[in-house]
């Protein structure tokens, strides 16, 4: 049922939702109204005579039976509307968009008198539903279906198209087309059958868009125009990346356009270094915009530079931050014939003053700045005023150096020459540092000049650091020498311990009351010779015998004992074994020692609880040139990392965490040989030991171990290996006599030789002893070179250990010889003539292991 609700000056359809309570009250009064009427009517037309009467319960009837179809149709309401029902019905009313409500099977509620004056309705019964309307173009039709699938599923939307005349007239018009836009969105309501309710809008936006197409067009005209204007420019954003460039400014530098996309190039990729510089020192107040003309020169694509003269505009947002910029480029002509022009001079001076690598700077005598290049301002930006460089000198340097400085500038004044460069540090950066150099201006015609001097300001950081890590390593090679050579002589001192406490223990019983104080000797002498093993470690000295190991296993077998040393801590184990390593070389039980080490100190550094860290993974020789690491070569690696979450290392001591003796525990606590030893063991195996620390966040050890490349070896050279093995296994139980079998040991600690010479004769040996090489020789002339094997210390006066090997082996090639020593047997090794044979027993050595080697060398 229907009701027309006038509305402006059109009568427009509404439909009422019949099911209300006060509209069933209405219609059921209405009702016994009319059956009243009726009633009274068919009684008294048969019974009375008078026709007024009659007429009158007539007419009551037939405005009885109006009434009730008005009243349901909603053409008279019954009972006045609530206000605030009508303040909705008034806006959509008056809306200017054509506005209609349908239900979910597209049937109108309610439609606006916009809508019908949109649709071309000259009445109620003319108003089409929008699905009718739209339903001759596909393009109409796709959009009212993609809008009703969305409302279906609760969702709002537009579309817009476009049609070859208007709604309601397919006659078309003057117009070439007609735009529209179409909006829907559901309503919170639902219809007499409880279905959703969905409100439809749609509007003519024909203008809208021909002003659009008109913008678009003259945009496109203005685009064009800049394309090929005689001049170029292009547009930057925050960060410098070029969004356009015209056509003009990408010929003059050959971008091709067709391969250009916004962002793919910065400022930095067409402005020159110091033009680079210059264009950065343009910074307007925040908020504010900044226009200056510079001269300089851009870079080509194929690296030419381009003299140009750009207008540049740039932007700052309220927070200081970098805006966007414009700039406007002309081309400058160089003028070769205008060489002695004051003009041309001035531009040739100014871009040698602005493009050489050196900070200059011109002071006037109380050291006011009066002229800067660029790149003193881009040294010391921010300290020195961005608009034409100048300022009071002293800013640019650390307050420490001040008066130094002041004193060098006095000089100056004061004509003097061969002034003092200043080194200083920057005063907001004291890790970046500098060095400057003053000197005096003379004017030749003996007026004050307005310059008192000109000051030179070059960059030392890396310099500084490159000093500072030669004189680390000097010390370090210093410190490892000296650690050395004391090594070297406590061996010789344990060795003589070691062996008379062997000597008396074989004398001695058990029951002797001696005998728990030789035992407690020979223990302490052990003790000692694990320091001096330390103090070798790390002065690099100490003797490897590295194997190829895969890391993984190597931690995995490590990790139960680590376990061990954490428990009754809180801190937590954690391991991240990483796939596929590949091979390492080292010496395993020396790895071993490395990680318990750095475990121990990550332990120590977590008194509160923490978590300890071991990860491993490779690192591709590429991605080690990336790393940045000072001295870390560009090469693939096993990395190998130990961190904590402890209390960190202050940056004050992180150079000398490495030294020996140097620790941070308590007395007593730690000998200061930890670190030392993982040092040298990593350098010993060619790798890098890199620390980086936080106070208060932790600590992490970066260790680089080399990739091993296997290299195959012949079947035969494998097969004497795996026989070599096989004898070794299967003399578990040597005899260790020495079956009348002649020894020449050679060693200047008389201590040491004797004690070694008691020794083998214990066991059997004829043993002949030597105090040098030459001493050596001689004995071996006496004995015709009948002697079995030749057991000799490495560093020995008049001829050391080596050299008589090589003299020894010009007489008597297959004489055996077994070299004793505190250092490493790779030491002297590499000194040796390639293909030496020689046996190795590192000091210092007890009895058993003596007797071991020589027997050994001899069944060998």
Known sequence: MTNLKPAGDYQMPVVENAHRPGMVLRLVLLALVLLATAAAFVWFRDQMENELVLGILGVLAMAGIFFVVSAVIGFVEIMPQNRTDRIPRAFLDTHPDGTVVTDRKGRLIYANAAYARLTGAENPAAILTLETLLSKNRETTEAVYRLTNGLMEGKSGYEEFRLAHPLGHPEGGPQQAWWYR???????????????????????????????????????????????????????????????VNATLAEWLGIDLTQFQPGSLGIRDIAAGEGLTRMETIQPEPGQTRTETLDLDFRKVGGQSLPVRIVHRVSAMKDGAPGESRTIVLKRQRDETAANDDSSAAQRFNRFFNNTPMAIASVDGEGHILRTNTQFMKLFSGLVSNDDGTGDLSVVVHEADRA??????????????????????????????FRFYVNAVIDQSGEAPEEAAIVYAVETTQQKALENQMAQTQKMNAVGTLAGGIAHDFNNVLTAILLSSDHLLLQARQSDSSFADLMEIKRNANRAAVLVRQLLAFSRKQTLRPAVINLTDAIGDLRMLVARMLSGTKVKLEVDYGRDLWPVKTDLSQFEQVMVNLSVNARDAMPEGGTLTISTRNVTAEEAGRMGHRGLAAEDFVLVDVSDTGTGIAPEIMDKIFEPFFTTKEVGKGTGLGLSMVYGIIKQSGGYVIPESELGKGTVFHIFLPRHIPVEQPESEMAAVAEAARSKAADVDLDLTGNSAVVLLVEDEEAVRRGGKRMLETRGYTVHEAGSGVEALDILEELDGKVD??????????MDGPTLLGEIRKRWPDLKFIFVSGFAEDAFARNLPEGSNFGFLPKPFSLKQLATTVREMLDS
């Open 182 to 244: 179409l909006k829907a969105r559901p309503l919170k309501l639902e219809d007499e059958g409880g279905g959703p309710i969905f409100l439809w809008q749609i509007s003519d936006i024909s203008a809208e868009r021909d002003d659009q197409e008109r913008f678009f067009r003259e945009l496109q005209n203005a685009i064009d125009y800049l394309d090929h204007a005689p001049a170029g420019f292009f547009s930057a954003g925050r960060k410098g990346e070029i969004f356009y």
């Open 404 to 433: 130094r400085l002041g004193e060098a500038l006095a000089a100056a004044k004061d004509r003097k020459v061969d002034i003092e460069p200043v080194d200083s540090r920057h005063p907001a950066d004291e890790a970046r540092a």
């Open 789 to 798: 094997v030749v057991v000799s210390d490495v560093v020995m006066p008049e």
